[in-house]
C-alpha cells in the first residue's frame, strides 16, 4: 500500500534512495565468478560493514515451506582448483535449518550488502561436511561460543533463558577455560555447493546491474546479463 501522507509510519517507506553509478560490467569479472565474490567480501571489510561475512540461508522445509535465517560464512573455495567452489557455514544440524538441509539439500544463499549498493545470490545444494573439518571450526570457536553449542537445542521452545543460564553454568563447571571440549554430534559444518551466483550492482534511476553465472556439470561457468 502507498501512502502518500505518513503519519507515524517510518520515513524509509516513501523514501526514494538513487543507487549510484558504479556499474558491473561483464569485463569487470575476470575467471572464476568465486573470485570475484571473495573480492567483493573484502570490499565489504573495507566499508566496515558489520559481519561482512553475514549471508541469509534459505532453506525447504520436509513440508515444502520455505524459510530464511541469517548464518556466518566460515569458509570459502574460490574455485581455484576447477569445478564450483564452495561456501561453508556451521550450525546444529538438529536445528530447523539442519533438518531442513539434510531433508532436502537445495539451498539459497544471500549476500546483501546495502551500503555497497551490492548483493549476491547464490543457488545450491549443501553437503555436510567432514567431521574432522567441523571439529576443527569447533575448537577454533572462543570457549563460551563452544560451550553455547553444547547447552543449546537450537530451534527448540525453552521455557525460560533462566533454563539455558543454568545449562551454561553447569558446563562452564565441567569445561572450566583451558580444558578440552568434544564437539557435540549435534553441531557440525555445511558446505554450500553453488549452482547459480548471481552479482547485483545497485545503479542510478533502479537501472541495476545484474550478471548471472551458471555452472555447468562439464566444469565450465556460462554467463549471463540479467535485466533489472
Ligand atoms: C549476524 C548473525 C549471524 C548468525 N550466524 C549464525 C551461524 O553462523 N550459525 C547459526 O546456526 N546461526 C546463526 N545465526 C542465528 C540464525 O539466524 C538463526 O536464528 C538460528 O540459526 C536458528 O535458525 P533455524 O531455527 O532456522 O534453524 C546468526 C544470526 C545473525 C543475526
Same mark, same amino acid.
Given at each position: 500500500?502507498?501512502?502518500?501522507?505518513?503519519? #507515524?509510519?517510518?520515513?524509509?517507506? &516513501? +523514501?526514494?534512495?538513487?543507487?549510484?553509478?558504479?556499474?558491473?560490467?561483464?569485463?569487470?569479472?575476470? /575467471?572464476?565468478?568465486?573470485?570475484?565474490?571473495?573480492?567483493?567480501?573484502?570490499?565489504?571489510?573495507? *566499508?566496515?560493514?558489520?559481519?561482512?561475512?553475514?549471508? @541469509?540461508?534459505? !532453506?525447504?522445509?520436509?513440508? %515444502?515451506?520455505?524459510?530464511?535465517?541469517?548464518?556466518?560464512? =566460515?569458509?570459502?573455495?574460490? /574455485?581455484?582448483? #576447477?569445478?564450483?567452489?564452495?561456501?561453508?557455514?556451521?550450525?546444529?544440524?538438529?536445528?530447523? =535449518?539442519?533438518?531442513?538441509?539434510?531433508?532436502?539439500?537445495?539451498?539459497?544463499?544471500?549476500?546483501?550488502?546495502?551500503?555497497? =549498493?551490492?548483493?549476491?545470490?547464490? !543457488? %545450491?545444494? @549443501?553437503?555436510?561436511?567432514?567431521? &574432522?573439518?567441523?571439529?576443527?571450526?569447533?575448537?577454533?570457536?572462543?570457549?563460551?561460543? +563452544?560451550?553455547?553449542?553444547? *547447552?543449546?537445542?537450537?530451534?527448540?521452545?525453552?521455557?525460560?533463558? #533462566?533454563?539455558?543460564?543454568?545449562?551454561? *553454568?553447569?558446563?562452564?563447571?565441567?569445561?572450566?577455560?583451558?580444558?578440552?571440549?568434544?564437539?557435540?554430534? =549435534?553441531?557440525? #559444518?555445511?558446505?554450500?555447493?553453488?549452482?547459480?551466483?548471481?552479482?547485483?550492482?545497485?545503479?542510478?534511476?533502479?537501472?541495476?546491474? +545484474?550478471?548471472?553465472? !551458471?555452472?555447468? *556439470?562439464?566444469?565450465?561457468?556460462? +554467463?549471463?546479463?540479467?535485466?533489472?
Amino acid at each position: 500500500m502507498v501512502d502518500d501522507s505518513p503519519s #507515524g509510519m517510518p520515513e524509509s517507506l &516513501t +523514501r526514494h534512495t538513487d543507487y549510484g553509478h558504479d556499474g558491473l560490467l561483464e569485463d569487470d569479472v575476470v /575467471g572464476h565468478p568465486l573470485a570475484h565474490f571473495a573480492q567483493w567480501i573484502r570490499d565489504a571489510e573495507q *566499508a566496515d560493514i558489520f559481519e561482512p561475512n553475514a549471508m @541469509v540461508l534459505g !532453506t525447504i522445509d520436509p513440508d %515444502g515451506r520455505p524459510s530464511s535465517r541469517t548464518v556466518l560464512l =566460515k569458509g570459502l573455495d574460490v /574455485g581455484e582448483n #576447477g569445478g564450483p567452489g564452495a561456501l561453508e557455514f556451521v550450525t546444529n544440524y538438529r536445528s530447523h =535449518k539442519g533438518r531442513a538441509l539434510l531433508a532436502n539439500p537445495l539451498a539459497t544463499a544471500l549476500f546483501p550488502w546495502y551500503l555497497l =549498493k551490492r548483493q549476491v545470490i547464490f !543457488t %545450491g545444494h @549443501v553437503q555436510p561436511t567432514e567431521p &574432522t573439518l567441523s571439529d576443527d571450526y569447533f575448537n577454533r570457536r572462543p570457549h563460551g561460543a +563452544r560451550l553455547a553449542a553444547i *547447552a543449546s537445542d537450537q530451534s527448540e521452545p525453552v521455557a525460560s533463558r #533462566g533454563i539455558l543460564e543454568a545449562r551454561m *553454568a553447569e558446563l562452564e563447571h565441567e569445561f572450566p577455560e583451558g580444558e578440552p571440549i568434544p564437539r557435540p554430534e =549435534k553441531w557440525g #559444518g555445511f558446505r554450500f555447493i553453488p549452482e547459480t551466483v548471481e552479482l547485483w550492482q545497485g545503479r542510478s534511476m533502479r537501472f541495476h546491474d +545484474r550478471l548471472l553465472f !551458471t555452472y555447468h *556439470a562439464d566444469g565450465t561457468w556460462t +554467463r549471463e546479463r540479467l535485466q533489472p
